[in-house]
């Protein structure tokens, strides 16, 4: 049994939790959202700022809530990529210097592989291998799970990501942000049959269509020009039929290529992470798909769905218990490839 001290400041939200294996001991977000949405989205600069304000008591007070004392703790673990660099710097720099003053493991997280373990905080039983299906803000992708640290890609969106979607249709709606919320919230009252909107489909060589990967840029202009001819024919503006028209055929698509992966692969269980993993109409829809293929489907809780330490805590204490740590000389990187998570502990 390992007890981790995770730290997430990716991008929008500084948390910090405490983590003993599976089990959450305690976990702390302060979203940065009422800050960036006078803006229309989240402001870099603005955001490591936020994070400089708040690590510190956010430390304390997951020590605190997990009555846990520093002294307790066997590792540090931190958000390391992808993400915004300034703000991967602030958790990173407070991961090192806990590390170095109480003579304590570092552990580098992968921010992705922290959303494939979210499922584990409320699944402790789930172990390799199973499909997940990572929909966010920034990523789209169906990975195979072989293994703690051992990924392979199988299929990913070749534009707009999900989340990024429905951001910008929320945007085209007059919404606020973050828009998928805004979105699912009117999907309850629209008819998600109004409006017929293309699913993007990826072309390949020989005329065919990739079976697993996604497109959602042809979704968003269908979107767009929907809006300007509705607009421009009767100036009514059906919102809810909209909004709910576009999250049906989002959460189609996504189910449909998930359940052709974990089928074609001989994988019997799908754990879905990220923000878009909260939508209502992806889970009704991939949750109905599961039970007629026969298939378990996973969703973490609503508050691991977004970003938070937790799941970088459950992530960091698999790779602990294998032995892996990372060098003093840990940097943040905007970008890494999750099928590279190695390179991020010493060999």
């Known amino acids: ?33 009422p800050i960036h949405k006078q ?58 210097t806990l590390a170095i003053l109480h003579n304590l493991p570092l552990i580098g997280v992968h ?32 990975i195979y799970v072989k293994d703690c640290g051992e990924y392979e890609t199988l299929g990913q969106t070749h534009d707009d990501a999900a989340g990024e979607a429905f951001d910008k249709v929320a945007r085209l709606l007059e919404l606020g942000y973050p828009g998928g919320p805004e979105i699912d919230k009117l999907a309850q009252i629209g008819n998600p049959q109004a409006f017929k909107l293309p699913e993007g489909k ?3 060589a020989n005329g065919k269509f990739h079976p697993y990967d996604s497109s959602f840029s042809g979704l968003k202009t269908a979107v767009l020009r929907l ?3 509705v607009k421009q024919d009767n100036g009514v503006f059906p919102v809810g039929d909209i909004a709910a028209s576009f999250q049906e055929t989002v959460a189609k698509s996504l189910t449909k290529r998930a359940i052709a992966c974990a089928t074609d692969f001989g994988l019997d269980t799908i754990a879905v992470g990220g ?65 590279d998570v190695m390179q991020l502990y010493q060999q």
Not at 70 to 91: R, S
Not at 116 to 137: D, M, R, T
């Open 111 to 142: 921010h992705l592989e922290g959303h494939i373990y979210a499922n584990c905080l409320s699944e402790p039983s789930l172990e390799p291998p199973f499909l997940s299906l990572l929909v966010s803000g920034g990523h789209t992708s169906l």
């Open 202 to 204: 990826i072309s390949l």
């Open 275 to 339: 923000g878009v993993a909260a939508n209502s109409g992806l889970r009704q829809h991939l949750q109905a798909a599961a039970k007629e293929h026969n298939l378990r489907v996973l969703f973490p809780p609503m508050k691991y769905c977004t970003d938070n330490a937790a799941m970088i805590g459950c992530a960091a204490a698999e790779h602990f218990n294998r032995g892996h740590t990372s060098p003093i000389t840990l940097a943040g990187r905007s970008r890494l490839p999750l099928t």
């Open 39 to 96: 803006y229309g989205g989240v402001v870099p600069e603005i955001a490591s700022r936020q994070h400089l304000e708040t690590i510190n008591s956010a430390i304390a007070l997951a020590l605190e809530q997990a009555q846990r004392p520093i002294t307790k703790i066997d590792a540090v673990a931190v958000t390391c990529a992808p993400g915004l660099v300034g703000a991967l710097m602030v958790g990173i720099s407070a991961a090192k």
């Open 227 to 229: 809006v300007q001819k």
């Open 1 to 33: 049994m390992s007890t981790i001290l995770a730290i997430e400041t990716s991008c929008d939200e500084t948390a910090v939790a405490v983590i003993n294996n599976r089990t959450v001991c305690s976990s702390v977000v302060t979203s940065q959202i």
